[in-house]
């Protein structure tokens, strides 16, 4: 693992103090802070890679990304919501990475249920192509503690999360569009006319996101959060077809409830759905 720059950049959150470390070439920058956060390390480090030799996404899928083509970043969190609810953070981070590319760039991008960011399509058009991914891996630490202390019961309930985003951002478009899924893949490269400077994005990114995040504790209810989830997922009102181990489920997707699951129309009833791969078709309204 080399570093890319000689330099942890510190930078100052609403609740949490970022610690950025930058590599030139990594195995996989949520392997990396997996490992750290098991050793103890608090939450606030952020790993940013210009090239990953394993980089991985959902359901143990390789990642692949050329050097220098994206932004491949995680971020080590001990969040206060209860670990049930940890989606909530995941779409926070969706959210984040959104808003932020509107902002600097003036692309609207979309959420793909569950933490896919792609184009945004609207009626009648085919599904928006697949910018990027996000990882939430769920670690707890290896912490010692004694058992008549007060403090074992707070470690033996924490949790830490480690969640990754792989974004394209400057990809060679015949390079993408050769890759396994790359008819289905995009690069901000080609929505946009204006240059993209990847360490002002992640910088931007964080931002957004500690602003949420520093507003999320384990009692009250992230109902905003939500609300703006919902309002950029462009799964709600697709018709679907969704594989998971549990089977698979076609219907029409009606809304995402508070505990981040698929409600979907199969026609005999609404079947609810948390995990799964989800292949999107037209939009119904
Ligand atoms: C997906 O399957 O869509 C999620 C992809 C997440 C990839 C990112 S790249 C940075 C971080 N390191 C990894 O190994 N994976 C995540």
């Known amino acids: 693992m080399d570093k890319y720059q000689d330099k942890t950049e510190l930078i100052p959150g609403q609740s949490v103090k970022w610690q950025v470390e930058y590599f030139d070439k990594i195995d996989s920058t949520n392997s990396y802070l997996a490992i750290k956060a ?32 994206s932004l491949l970043m995680s971020m080590l969190l001990e969040p206060k919501v209860e670990i049930t609810n940890s989606h909530v953070v995941v779409m926070v981070l969706s959210l984040a990475v959104v808003d932020s590319v509107h902002e600097l760039y003036g692309a609207k991008l979309s959420i793909k249920w569950p933490n896919d960011i792609v184009e945004s399509s609207g009626p009648g058009e085919p599904p928006g192509r697949k910018l990027g991914g996000i990882l939430s891996e769920v670690v707890f630490p290896e912490v010692i503690t004694h058992s008549y202390s007060s403090q074992a019961d707070n470690n033996a309930k924490k949790y830490k999360l480690v969640i ?59 109902k905003e959060i939500l609300s703006d989830y919902r309002l950029r997922c462009d799964t709600v009102g697709r018709r679907v077809a969704i594989e998971s181990q549990n089977g698979s489920v076609e219907g029409v997707v009606l809304d995402i409830d508070d505990t981040g699951e698929l409600l979907v129309d199969v026609g005999a009833c609404i079947s609810r759905v948390s995990v799964g791969d989800v292949i999107e078709f037209y939009k119904v309204n």
């Not at 103890?40 to 050097?67: C, D, F, I, K, M």
Request: charged fraction near 20%.
């Open 164 to 222: 990754g985003l792989g974004l394209n951002l400057i990809w060679d478009s015949e390079a993408l569009h050769q890759l396994e899924f790359g008819q289905r893949a995009c690069s901000l490269n080609e929505l946009v006319t204006v240059s993209i400077d990847r360490d002002q994005l992640m910088s931007k990114i964080l931002e957004k996101f500690d602003c949420r995040y520093a507003d999320l504790g384990p009692s009250n209810s992230p």
């Open 38 to 69: 098991r050793s103890g390390e608090p939450e606030g480090l952020v790993a940013v890679a210009n090239y990953q030799t394993s980089g991985h996404g959902r359901l143990n899928r390789p990642w692949v990304a050329e050097q220098g083509s």
